[in-house]
């Protein structure tokens, strides 16, 4: 059964920085499709930005130049830097993942593209 595991959450003020990571254990399949997403609460679940193995990355609007999202593959280690952070970066931070060819030739920002979840780590930013 693969496992998700997100740390690196916490409280910081407007314009700092927080480095989330996301290990993956009990999977084999070296091609993969990973995201981060974020929900705050009352809002619906939004797709921050997502990779592949291969070396893709696509990113939120909102975020670009802000965030940076990475994939250590031989750690198996899924990194979002968020820098600049700003109040409306608070909410509770997701990452997800797929496996496989397709997963990589498929991989988007859509919740429904990944079969794996963690359980999220939260993110507060205060002004």
């Known amino acids: 059964q693969v496992q998700l595991q997100e740390s690196g959450g916490g409280s910081v003020q407007a314009g700092g920085s927080l480095r989330l990571s996301c290990a993956v254990s009990q999977f084999t399949d070296p091609m993969t499709c990973m995201a981060w997403f974020r929900q705050a609460p009352g809002k619906d679940r939004e797709g921050v930005a997502a990779?592949?193995?291969?070396?893709?990355?696509n990113y939120a609007e909102s975020v670009k130049g802000r965030f940076t999202i990475s994939q250590d593959n031989m750690s198996k280690t899924l990194y979002l830097e968020m820098n600049n952070l700003e109040p409306e970066d608070t909410a509770t931070y997701y990452c997800a993942a797929s496996f496989g060819g397709a997963a990589i030739m498929t991989c988007a920002r859509y919740a429904k593209r990944f079969n794996y979840w963690g359980q999220g780590t939260q993110v507060t930013v205060s002004s």
């Open positions: 990779s592949t193995s291969k070396g893709w990355t």
